[in-house]
C-alpha cells in the first residue's frame, strides 16, 4: 500500500522530501520506488492480505543463493535466522541482516500442526504416578508444606494417594509399592514425569535410564516405565491433570485441624472418590470400573510389600569401619574396611551385607548424626586395635552417645592432670557395655544435674551402686 501512495503523491506533483515525510518513509526509498512500476490494483490488494512484517527492499541473494538457503531450512528447519544470515555471508551474500531475516522469514518451511491425539487405557494397561505438595493453613492459623504421591489407574480412574515426608527416589518407590498393594496389583505401564529421583537420564535422550531404585522395583514387579516429555502432557493420554485434581478437590477444598486431621480426611475423601462418586470422564464410579480391569493386572510379589520392602544400595566401608546412610554413620564389622558392601534399607532398619554375610544390622536413624554403634561392633572394633587408640575409641564411642555425654566427658577430662581420664574412661565404657546406650546417656545427664562427675555418681544413676 504504501508504494501505491507515493505513487499517487508523485503523481500530483508533491516533491520526493514531501511524500518521505508524509508517509514517514527514507527519501532514498521515495526515490527508489519511484523508479518501478506503480503497483496494480491486485498487488495492493495482496499485500493488505499479507501477514507478518512488510517486505521491505528486494533482497540482494542471487537466485543459487536463495536455493541453497531454501535447501538449508529444509534440513534445519529450526536453524535461527541470524545463523542463516552468518553462512550466507561466508557463501557471497552482500546484503544486510534485515533484508535476510525477511527471506529466511519467507522460505522457511511452514510446521505441521501440533495435533494432540487423546486415547483411552485398556484395562490394566496404564497407571499414572505423580509427586505434589500443598502449602496448608490449619485451624489454629499454623502453615504446613505437604507432599503426597498421587497414583491412578488410567482406565477405572481408581485413584490412591500418600502423604509423603519428601520426594526422594526411596519415597517414590515405597509409595509405588504402598499403593500396588493397595491396588491388589500393578498396572503393565507406569507413567512419570521426569524427576531426577525417577529418570537419571537427560529428558529426550533414549533409551531413558530409570533411577536405581525404581529400576530394582519394575524388575521385581515387571512393570514397563513410561516417561514423559517436559510440557507434553496429552502424552498421558486422557487422564486428567493428576495434582491438580488432588490439589483443587481435597488439599484446597477442606479445612484442617493438623496433620493428623488431613490424613483421617484424606482416608474419607479416597472412598468417597473410588466407591461413591461418578467419575466425571468416564460416568461411572472407579470402584465399579475397577472390577473389569483387577485380574489383568500384574500380580505383586509377596516380598513387594510396604512393611517388609528393602532398597538396595552399595558403599564403601571407611577406615574407621564405618558407613553413611542419609546423614547418619553406621559401625560396621572391621574386617569390612575397604570392601564394597551391600546395604539393605528397611522402613526402620539397615542391614550391611559383606559377600554374603550380614556384618552389620542397625535400628535405622536418619539424620542423627551421632555414629550408630552396637555391643557388638564396638567389642569386634576393640578386638583389633592396641595401645592408646583402645583409650581413645572407648572415649569416641561415649562422647557418640550425645550432647550430655559430650558435656560429661569435657568436665572429666579438664578435672584432672592429663591422661587421667583413661580409667574412668574405660570403667564408663564398660556400663555402656552392659547397659546399652539410652541407659548411659540418661545416668550421665542425671549426674551432670546432681554436679557429679564420677564413676560412682553415673553408677548410682543406673541404680547399680548404693547411695
Known amino acids: 500500500?504504501?508504494?501505491?501512495?507515493?505513487?499517487?503523491?508523485?503523481?500530483?506533483?508533491?516533491?520526493?522530501?514531501?511524500?518521505?515525510?508524509?508517509?514517514?518513509?527514507?527519501?532514498?526509498?521515495?526515490?527508489?520506488?519511484?523508479?518501478?512500476?506503480?503497483?496494480?490494483?491486485?498487488?495492493?490488494?495482496?499485500?493488505?492480505?499479507?501477514?507478518?512484517?512488510?517486505?521491505?527492499?528486494?533482497?540482494?541473494?542471487?537466485?543459487?543463493?536463495?536455493?541453497?538457503?531454501?535447501?538449508?531450512?529444509?534440513?534445519?528447519?529450526?536453524?535461527?535466522?541470524?545463523?542463516?544470515?552468518?553462512?550466507?555471508?561466508?557463501?557471497?551474500?552482500?546484503?544486510?541482516?534485515?533484508?535476510?531475516?525477511?527471506?529466511?522469514?519467507?522460505?522457511?518451511?511452514?510446521?505441521?500442526?501440533?495435533?494432540?491425539?487423546?486415547?483411552?487405557?485398556?484395562?490394566?494397561?496404564?497407571?499414572?504416578?505423580?509427586?505434589?505438595?500443598?502449602?496448608?493453613?490449619?485451624?489454629?492459623?499454623?502453615?504446613?508444606?505437604?507432599?503426597?504421591?498421587?497414583?491412578?489407574?488410567?482406565?477405572?480412574?481408581?485413584?490412591?494417594?500418600?502423604?509423603?515426608?519428601?520426594?526422594?527416589?526411596?519415597?517414590?518407590?515405597?509409595?509405588?509399592?504402598?499403593?500396588?498393594?493397595?491396588?491388589?496389583?500393578?498396572?503393565?505401564?507406569?507413567?512419570?514425569?521426569?524427576?531426577?529421583?525417577?529418570?537419571?537420564?537427560?529428558?529426550?535422550?533414549?533409551?531413558?535410564?530409570?533411577?536405581?531404585?525404581?529400576?530394582?522395583?519394575?524388575?521385581?514387579?515387571?512393570?514397563?516405565?513410561?516417561?514423559?516429555?517436559?510440557?507434553?502432557?496429552?502424552?498421558?493420554?486422557?487422564?486428567?491433570?493428576?495434582?491438580?485434581?488432588?490439589?483443587?478437590?481435597?488439599f484446597f477444598a477442606r479445612k484442617f485441624r493438623d496433620r493428623e486431621d488431613v490424613l483421617v480426611q484424606l482416608a474419607e475423601w479416597l472412598h468417597e472418590t473410588n466407591h461413591i462418586r461418578p467419575c466425571r470422564a468416564t460416568g461411572e464410579v472407579p470402584a465399579v470400573r475397577y472390577e473389569r480391569e483387577r485380574e489383568l493386572l500384574r500380580p505383586v510379589p509377596d516380598s513387594v510389600c510396604a512393611a517388609r520392602y528393602t532398597i538396595r544400595e552399595q558403599r564403601v566401608v571407611s577406615a574407621s569401619a564405618l558407613i553413611h546412610h542419609e546423614g547418619t554413620p553406621y559401625a560396621v564389622h572391621p574386617r569390612a574396611v575397604g570392601h564394597t558392601v551391600d546395604l539393605r534399607i528397611g522402613l526402620d532398619f539397615l542391614e550391611v551385607v559383606d559377600a554374603g554375610h550380614v556384618v552389620a544390622r542397625h535400628a535405622r536413624r536418619d539424620k542423627r548424626g551421632g555414629v550408630v554403634r552396637s555391643r557388638e561392633d564396638r567389642e569386634a572394633t576393640l578386638a583389633v586395635l592396641g595401645g592408646r587408640q583402645t583409650g581413645f575409641f572407648k572415649r569416641e564411642c561415649l562422647r557418640e552417645l550425645g550432647e550430655a555425654a559430650e558435656d560429661f566427658l569435657t568436665r572429666l577430662i579438664y578435672a584432672g592432670p592429663p591422661e587421667a581420664w583413661h580409667e574412668p574412661v574405660a570403667a564408663l565404657f564398660e556400663l555402656l557395655q552392659e547397659h546399652g546406650g539410652e541407659r548411659v546417656l540418661a545416668a550421665l545427664g542425671a549426674s551432670l544435674t546432681r554436679n557429679d562427675i564420677s564413676v560412682r555418681g553415673v553408677r548410682r544413676a543406673l541404680g547399680v551402686e548404693a547411695a
Open 1 to 250: 500500500m504504501t508504494r501505491a501512495n507515493i505513487h499517487l503523491l508523485a503523481e500530483n506533483e508533491h516533491t520526493q522530501q514531501d511524500i518521505a515525510d508524509r508517509l514517514k518513509v527514507g527519501e532514498r526509498s521515495v526515490r527508489r520506488i519511484l523508479t518501478e512500476p506503480c503497483p496494480t490494483p491486485d498487488e495492493v490488494r495482496a499485500d493488505r492480505r499479507a501477514a507478518g512484517p512488510k517486505q521491505g527492499r528486494p533482497t540482494k541473494a542471487a537466485p543459487e543463493l536463495i536455493e541453497r538457503i531454501r535447501k538449508l531450512l529444509v534440513e534445519e528447519p529450526s536453524i535461527p535466522a541470524t545463523e542463516v544470515y552468518r553462512r550466507a555471508v561466508g557463501w557471497g551474500y552482500a546484503g544486510k541482516r534485515s533484508a535476510m531475516s525477511e527471506l529466511v522469514r519467507r522460505l522457511r518451511p511452514e510446521k505441521k500442526p501440533d495435533l494432540v491425539v487423546r486415547f483411552e487405557g485398556l484395562p490394566g494397561e496404564y497407571g499414572q504416578f505423580d509427586f505434589g505438595e500443598a502449602t496448608l493453613t490449619y485451624a489454629d492459623g499454623r502453615h504446613e508444606r505437604l507432599h503426597f504421591f498421587a497414583s491412578r489407574l488410567k482406565f477405572s480412574r481408581l485413584l490412591h494417594v500418600v502423604v509423603t515426608p519428601n520426594q526422594k527416589a526411596e519415597t517414590v518407590v515405597r509409595s509405588l509399592v504402598a499403593t500396588f498393594e493397595q491396588w491388589r496389583g500393578a498396572p503393565r505401564e507406569w507413567v512419570f514425569d521426569n524427576p531426577r529421583t525417577i529418570r537419571i537420564s537427560l529428558p529426550g535422550v533414549e533409551p531413558p535410564v530409570p533411577h536405581t531404585h525404581l529400576r530394582d522395583l519394575l524388575a521385581e514387579v515387571g512393570g514397563i516405565p513410561t516417561f514423559c516429555l517436559p510440557r507434553k502432557g496429552n502424552q498421558k493420554g486422557s487422564v486428567e491433570n493428576l495434582v491438580g485434581f488432588v490439589k483443587g478437590d481435597f
